[in-house]
């Protein structure tokens, strides 16, 4: 568990690998998880050590957001705000309420999306991460609200914004509500960018529709976790589209990386250190260690 690391054990997220999570990794009721790329046979203990990656094949598990923050910002840094923002149903869309209920009770989030403000190796910044076990990571309208409010206190403090980002795209429940959030979180950067606050878009897998083709794409800095999904539409549809094959890797963070969609692609190792040297060198924030 993560609390043999940070001490943390309401950190904690490791599940039972189901058909809706094929990603998550083993619970502690089990010694040993299967990697998904390569099916080698790993310690549990071995593979929390190794920040959920695989030390065979550097396959990178897919993590909860609470996780992510443990291994990205300084210890009892974190200041969360928006917690009183919850989703509604506009729509009265079939089982929504319950399903907000269900991914509430199984996450322990609130939403899809945790903010906050924290400081890495002593810089100070907005940070937001996401959860895909919320639904999906979809965006709906408190995500996008949060996403927007996450924009506002750093152009107030002027402290540079980081969002890690993992969705599934605009939640259908909310309808053309939530497609409104993709115009608004790119109106928000614009802001951000005409205030000249630095923003650090760090995509992880998988991240798709709507966050893809908004704020997530909008950064000054663009990082991916190495072998992210990163996409509008999945591949699958493209080639159902097109009725052709796609390009080995296509849509993969090396890919976009090749092609100049991102600016880099890191291991999860790598993130923490990079950001710290991004700060450093933007000269934002304040570090307690210069």
């Known amino acids: 568990m993560f609390k043999d690391l940070f001490g943390k054990p309401k950190y904690v997220t490791v599940r039972t690998r189901t058909k809706q999570e094929k990603e998550d990794i083993s619970p502690d009721s089990r010694l040993w998880t299967k990697c998904n790329s390569c099916n080698q046979i790993i310690f549990n203990k071995k593979l929390v050590e190794n920040l959920l990656v695989?030390?065979?094949?550097?396959?990178?598990?897919?993590?909860?957001?609470?996780?992510?923050?443990?291994?990205?910002?300084?210890?009892?840094?974190?200041?969360?705000?928006?917690?009183?923002?919850?989703?509604?149903?506009?729509?009265?869309?079939?089982?929504?309420?319950?399903?907000?209920?269900?991914?509430?009770?199984?996450?322990?989030?609130?939403?899809?999306?945790?903010?906050?403000?924290?400081?890495?190796?002593?810089?100070?910044?907005?940070i937001g991460v996401m959860d895909f076990n919320f639904m999906g990571g979809s965006m709906g309208s408190v995500v996008g609200e949060k996403?927007?409010?996450?924009?506002?206190?750093?152009?107030?403090?002027?402290?540079?914004?980081?969002?890690?980002?993992?969705?599934?795209?605009?939640?259908?429940?909310?309808?053309?509500?939530?497609?409104?959030?993709?115009?608004?979180?790119?109106?928000?950067?614009?802001?951000?960018?005409d205030a000249?606050?630095?923003?650090?878009?760090?995509?992880?897998?998988?991240?798709?529709?709507?966050?893809t083709a908004s704020f997530?794409?909008?950064?000054?800095?663009?990082?991916?976790?190495?072998?992210?999904?990163?996409?509008?539409?999945?591949?699958?549809?493209?080639?159902?589209?097109?009725?052709t094959s796609l390009p080995e890797g296509f849509q993969r963070a090396e890919f976009l990386l090749e092609h100049g969609m991102v600016d880099m692609v890191l291991s999860r190792h790598e993130i923490k250190d990079t950001l710290t040297r991004i700060l450093k060198i933007h000269q934002v924030g304040v570090s307690n260690y210069d």
Do not use: W
């Not at 950064?219 to 992210?228: F, H, N, Q």
């Open 216 to 243: 997530a794409s909008l950064a000054d800095i663009i990082i991916a976790e190495k072998g992210a999904l990163i996409a509008f539409a999945g591949p699958r549809v493209i080639q159902q589209t097109i009725n």
């Open 147 to 193: 996403v927007t409010l996450a924009i506002e206190r750093s152009i107030e403090t002027r402290k540079p914004l980081i969002l890690i980002t993992t969705a599934g795209g605009a939640r259908m429940q909310e309808g053309m509500i939530a497609l409104m959030q993709m115009a608004k979180t790119s109106a928000a950067v614009k802001r951000l960018d």
């Open 54 to 126: 695989c030390p065979e094949c550097n396959y990178h598990f897919r993590i909860s957001a609470k996780d992510r923050l443990a291994i990205t910002i300084d210890e009892d840094s974190f200041q969360e705000f928006g917690q009183e923002i919850f989703s509604t149903d506009p729509l009265e869309f079939p089982d929504y309420k319950e399903k907000l209920a269900t991914a509430r009770a199984r996450t322990g989030l609130d939403e899809a999306i945790i903010i906050g403000e924290a400081a890495i190796n002593g810089y100070q910044v907005v």
């Open 196 to 211: 000249g606050i630095l923003y650090i878009s760090i995509m992880t897998d998988p991240t798709s529709g709507g966050v």
